[in-house]
């Protein structure tokens, strides 16, 4: 739909939809936090209001939601953070971030947590594979200064995430 950057890069109908139609049938989302303020018409600078916000989303429909691309005055420059939130809990983990954007890196993201989460019926550990996956997805497509995300050549990274990095919970 958007991010904070670039603002909505979709056709103006999308974003109603979303919001009307789509999130209060759904039972997962995975906006980006950009996307969370829309679809809940919240501000969502800091933790505690992207928390608010994922509450907000929680009572349209999904019980479970995950926010990417988390950006909050105490989060260091070169570093990045995602929030899953499934009923009450609330996890997020921290990654380092990587100085270059590739489009389809969303979509891979909520396509992991989606499966992770079916899978194992946990999102702390949803979370923890799907941050471990992405990350090596993208530093191996950085690494080989790569227009394309290297799907193909990451998809071990997929099957078996390194688990390198710590979840907490809120």
Same mark, same amino acid.
């Given at each position: 739909?958007?991010?904070?950057?670039?603002?909505?890069?979709?056709?103006?109908?999308?974003?109603?939809?979303?919001?009307?139609?789509?999130?209060?049938?759904?039972?997962?989302?995975?906006?980006?936090?950009?996307?969370?303020?829309?679809?809940?018409?919240?501000?969502?600078?800091?933790?505690?209001?992207?928390?608010?916000?994922?509450?907000?989303?929680?009572?349209?429909?999904?019980?479970?939601?995950?926010?990417?691309?988390?950006?909050?005055?105490?989060?260091?420059?070169?570093?990045?953070?995602?929030?899953?939130?499934?009923?009450? *809990?609330?996890?997020?983990?921290?990654?380092?971030?990587?100085?270059?954007? *590739?489009?389809?890196?969303?979509?891979?993201?909520?396509?992991?947590?989606?499966?992770?989460?079916?899978?194992?019926?946990?999102?702390?550990?949803?979370?923890?594979?799907?941050?471990?996956?992405?990350?090596?997805?993208?530093?191996?497509?950085?690494?080989?200064?790569?227009?394309?995300?290297?799907?193909?050549?990451?998809?071990?990274?997929?099957?078996?995430?390194?688990?390198?990095?710590?979840?907490?919970?809120?």
């Amino acid at each position: 739909m958007g991010n904070a950057k670039s603002g909505c890069f979709v056709s103006d109908e999308i974003p109603p939809l979303l919001r009307d139609k789509v999130v209060p049938v759904a039972d997962i989302i995975t906006p980006n936090q950009f996307e969370l303020g829309y679809l809940t018409d919240s501000e969502v600078g800091t933790l505690k209001q992207t928390l608010a916000a994922v509450k907000r989303a929680q009572e349209i429909g999904p019980k479970t939601v995950l926010v990417t691309s988390v950006q909050r005055p105490e989060t260091s420059e070169d570093e990045i953070e995602m929030l899953a939130v499934d009923g009450e *809990r609330a996890f997020l983990v921290t990654t380092p971030k990587l100085p270059f954007k *590739r489009n389809g890196s969303g979509d891979v993201t909520a396509s992991l947590f989606t499966g992770h989460y079916v899978e194992t019926h946990d999102a702390k550990e949803a979370l923890k594979r799907t941050a471990s996956s992405v990350f090596d997805l993208l530093q191996n497509t950085y690494e080989a200064d790569s227009q394309e995300l290297l799907l193909i050549e990451s998809q071990d990274v997929f099957a078996h995430p390194q688990l390198q990095f710590q979840v907490t919970e809120l």
